[in-house]
């Protein structure tokens, strides 16, 4: 069994939850920014996110909310995120992040597979929080600022002097919903010891520095945002602006407002700066590194914006099972390509789908990977976790790399079918799940195509019923109101048949193959 190791020395993982973690510095740094609230310039200072996660986490326990209780948190990037998020880890309790631009029916999904309570969010989603509470049996919903709803604030209680007592390795503190590596979403299962080791892996990795302001588009709903950004940016002391969606003169006015020095972006934002004319009129000369994640950054995008920008391009591996890190490139260890080295405490396998055996440097074979941050399992789905979890404990990632003689590792091809839309994830079987419900439908596939832009583009490969003249709007609209903006269908084929196995499996990389299909 050849099993690649971190070159990066061992670390002690610290024995505390999250909030602890991520809060130790909180009274030193008192009157530092933890938060610059991007649109508005509101400041929340690292004392007052203490006080406030407190104030929060006493006012739940004595409300009853504690071990055992879900809530879920949807909401955009605002500083009021890592307060929930933390007061309610405090508490013992665990959050299900939710991504506000679901749909009614993917929420109320959640909702009830994660057993949740109650919700926060915030007045723009009130609406389709409500519409999915209902659907689930949830009476509570908090908000974040003015509407119509409870505000949040109205549970705050006494500050908690201490952490409510939890089972670092066993007890779940956040439900993020993943695909994994086919099929519907399914709730992760992390727990404080999952992400404090993340963070502290991360933190041997890249060398953020106390002090640093760092820019946080990238949504804390999603592990990249939740892990790379909150909880690594707070637990190294850093200031976080933030900004609840993409806007490309918003980022650039805040990162020269706030000489913000990192940016953790996601490849279609490093291209817009690698290629949008608007750049050139802002001093971005605060910046230096651009870390991109979530989905592959080719090589000549990264070095464009690299030069363009004077600042180091680099970028890691992981997902939502993984907490998420496993692979990302050191300071100063650019490759061209590279996802970078394994992080701490970190081994990682590559094995032959076809014949099992693990393959050595240079070939192609499947990423295991096993370490702390190796989630517990899918909750109320020990089939998918066993498909996932080897009797090992290596997480098999359905992911397609190579490692070089120096440790550095390129991921090339997928095994698993999930479509990569500007770093979320995309699960085929749910679209074409919903596609054969329509009427005039008699069969469908979904495959992602390669897209500059979003990195791919969500294709239906339809077969009418007999007699049918469906047309491509017909199949996209039929869809559009089901599912949030990034799954929505952008093209449609319409074919006599979907390619099959013997075993009835659809035939993917024959679609994919397709002069069309591109």
Not at 194 to 199: D, P, S
Not at 209 to 218: P, Q, R, S, T, Y
Not at 415 to 422: A, M, N, R, T, Y
Request: glycine share 10%; charged share 20%.
């Amino acid at each position: 069994m050849a099993t690649f190791e971190s070159k990066v020395p061992s670390i002690d993982i610290p024995t505390v939850s999250i909030t602890e973690h991520v809060l130790r510095h909180a009274e030193r740094l008192a009157d530092r920014a933890a938060f610059i609230d991007g649109p508005s310039g509101r400041t929340v200072t690292y004392g007052a996110l203490a006080k406030q996660v407190r104030c929060l986490a006493g006012g739940l326990k004595a409300k009853g909310v504690g071990p055992g209780t879900t809530w879920a948190l949807m909401s955009p990037n605002v500083p009021e995120y890592a307060v929930i998020f933390h007061g309610l880890a405090y508490a013992g309790a665990t959050v299900t992040t939710l991504n506000p631009t679901y749909g009614a029916e993917e929420i109320a999904f959640q909702l009830k597979d994660s057993n949740a309570t109650a919700i926060i969010t915030v007045g723009l989603f009130l609406e389709t929080a409500q519409a999915a509470a209902k659907e689930a049996g949830i009476e509570e919903i908090y908000l974040i600022g003015p509407g119509d709803a409870p505000s949040f604030s109205t549970l705050m209680g006494e500050p908690l002097g201490a952490q409510v007592k939890q089972d670092l390795k066993e007890d779940v503190v956040v439900l993020p919903y993943s695909s994994g590596t086919t099929g519907f979403p399914k709730g992760v299962m992390l727990t404080h010891h999952n992400l404090v080791a993340n963070v502290e892996q991360t933190a041997a990795h890249i060398s953020l520095k106390e002090g640093e302001v760092i820019f946080a588009v990238l949504p804390f709903f999603h592990i990249y945002g939740m892990q790379v950004l909150m909880n690594f940016g707070l637990a190294t002391g850093a200031t976080i602006v933030t900004a609840p969606r993409f806007d490309m003169v918003q980022m650039l006015e805040l990162t020269q407002k706030h000489a913000i020095t990192r940016l953790f972006l996601v490849p279609p934002i490093v291209l817009a700066l690698a290629k949008h004319p608007i750049v050139d009129q802002y001093d971005l000369s605060s910046v230096k590194q651009i870390f991109s994640g979530a989905a592959p950054l080719g090589g000549e995008i990264a070095e464009a914006a690299a030069e363009r920008l004077g600042c180091e391009v680099a970028q890691g591996y992981g997902m939502t099972e993984l907490s998420p890190v496993t692979h990302a490139v050191a300071d100063g260890d650019y490759k061209e390509g590279s996802v970078g080295t394994l992080v701490a405490n970190t081994q990682c396998r590559l094995v032959d789908p076809e014949s099992g055996q693990d393959v050595g440097v240079g070939d192609r074979g499947e990423v295991w990977v096993r370490g702390p941050q190796v989630m517990l399992g899918y909750l109320n789905n020990e089939e998918a976790t066993k498909l996932t979890i080897d009797d090992e404990g290596w997480l098999h990632t359905g992911d397609i790399g190579v490692v070089d003689d120096d440790g550095h590792f390129f991921i090339v091809d997928r095994l698993k079918e999930l479509i990569k839309v500007k770093g979320f994830q995309v699960a085929p079987a749910e679209l074409e799940a919903l596609l054969i419900n329509h009427a005039e439908v008699q069969d469908v596939a979904v495959i992602g195509v390669p897209d500059e832009s979003a990195g791919e583009l969500v294709k239906a490969f339809v077969v009418r019923t007999p007699g049918s003249a469906i047309g491509e709007d017909d199949v996209k609209a039929f869809v559009s109101d089901r599912v949030a903006t990034y799954k929505q269908i952008d093209l449609v084929e319409f074919i006599d048949a979907v390619p099959k196995s013997a075993s009835g499996k659809i035939l993917r990389r024959e679609l994919r193959e397709r002069p069309q299909a591109s």
